[in-house]
């Protein structure tokens, strides 16, 4: 059973920075794309960023040159760098790893989210 842990999440005013960090446990051989989503109250939920295992990066539009999405493929682990966070990036954010390779097989995962709010 794989398991994705999210962190970092929390209050913090417009302007501000937040890291958020996403472990993925289990029998691991191997993940291809990690991401982060988000989901605000009413909304569907959306593409924020996304890294291969390789190091490509794709982000959504509303936040390029704010976020910046890493990961340390020794260590299973993605992380987003959220720099001059807006009231609208206000929402849960999910972390999502894809074709996940372990000892049963390959699958999709995604963690159980942690809320950012930016307000003053």
């Known amino acids: 059973q794989v398991q994705l842990v999210e962190s970092g999440g929390g209050l913090v005013q417009p302007g501000g920075s937040l890291r958020l960090s996403c472990v993925a446990s289990?029998?691991?051989?191997?993940?291809?794309?990690m991401g982060w989503y988000r989901q605000a109250p009413g909304k569907e939920r959306e593409l924020v960023a996304a890294?291969?295992?390789?190091?490509?990066?794709n982000y959504a539009d509303s936040v390029k040159g704010r976020f910046t999405i890493s990961r340390d493929n020794a260590k299973n682990t993605v992380f987003l760098q959220m720099n001059i966070l807006k009231p609208e990036d206000t929402a849960v954010y999910y972390c999502?790893?894809?074709?996940?390779?372990?000892?049963w097989g390959r699958g999709d995962y995604w963690g159980q989210g942690t809320q950012v709010t930016v307000s003053s």
């Open positions: 289990g029998r691991i051989s191997s993940i291809n794309n």
């Open positions: 999502r790893a894809e074709n996940v390779v372990t000892f």
């Open positions: 890294i291969t295992s390789g190091g490509i990066t």
